[in-house]
């Protein structure tokens, strides 16, 4: 039963992980999300089914359109791969606790932005209010409410802090250091993972986004990171390790 469900999540990951990565593309670039249906981006022309089954296509094709042969990004694969592997792994950790919702819901965050932050620098109200808003549903039903509460209000506050830092690095650099989209995205973060938690998801986030800069930054004319596919790791190898790093914590602060 549960190799069963794993399956059906990984192709159902793969299929949620398409329409996310296209989701990443339409919004930046103003298309609706539910029209037209799926086109090539270079020769506009609509993609017949089987050019667009998920993972399956893009290897038969060769990572091209069937018929200008352009590339398809790379990235859109990832996408497919990511929605597969992430549903699948939540579900093989967690169950269907409330581990497996918040980290499905933020995996499903973290398609969209890798496609809009990477490519356009753009993460989406829109995607982040929705989010935000399961997020919410998720602890209402599976915390007390008080706890779901304070919740919402990590949330919030997570939001003062990066508004804080924002402002003091503007002062610092004399110039944009963090975008708003990072400093909304960090308030969903904290409603994901809570206060301590979020900390750790803000270190790890811009450790890795460090790493990634100190090999990218020379093709980055502007010198700006995408900053908020980072922050999302960070928060998703939190709830992975938190049962190593959480009593670290606890202790560290004698909670
Ligand atoms: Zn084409």
Redesign the pocket.
């Known amino acids: 039963m549960d190799l069963f469900i794993t399956i059906w999540l990984f192709i159902f990951g793969a299929i949620f992980g398409s329409f996310l990565g296209c989701m990443g593309y339409r919004i930046p670039n103003k298309i609706k999300t539910t029209y037209p249906s799926s086109f ?1 981006s ?4 609509p993609l017949k089914w089987y050019m667009n089954i998920p993972i399956i296509s893009y290897i038969f094709l060769g990572g091209k ?6 590339k398809i990004g790379f990235i859109y694969f990832l996408c497919e791969i990511l929605g597969a592997v992430l549903f699948a792994l939540n579900y093989i950790l967690f169950k269907f606790d409330i581990n497996f919702f918040i980290s499905t819901i933020l995996a499903c965050v973290f398609i969209v932005t890798l496609v809009s932050d990477f490519k356009y620098y753009y993460i989406s109200d829109r995607v982040l209010i929705m989010g935000a808003v399961l997020l919410i549903i998720v602890m209402f039903i599976f915390m007390d409410t008080t706890d779901a509460i304070m919740r919402v209000t990590t949330g919030i506050i997570m939001f003062a802090v990066m508004f804080g830092i924002k402002i003091m690095g503007n002062r610092m650099f004399n110039k944009e250091s963090l975008g708003d989209g990072d400093i909304k995205l960090m308030a969903v973060i904290g409603i994901s993972v809570g206060l301590l938690n979020s900390f750790v998801a803000l270190f790890f986030g811009s450790l890795t986004g460090l790493i990634y800069s100190l090999f990218t930054l020379k093709k980055n004319k502007e010198g700006l990171i995408p900053f908020g596919p980072f922050l999302i790791i960070g928060a998703m190898l939190v709830i992975y390790f938190s049962s190593y790093i959480t009593p670290y914590l606890e202790e560290l602060f004698s909670i």
Not at 42 to 45: G, H, L, V, Y
Not at 65 to 70: D, H, I, L, Q, V
């Open positions: 090539c270079n020769c506009k022309k359109c069937a018929y200008c042969k352009e």
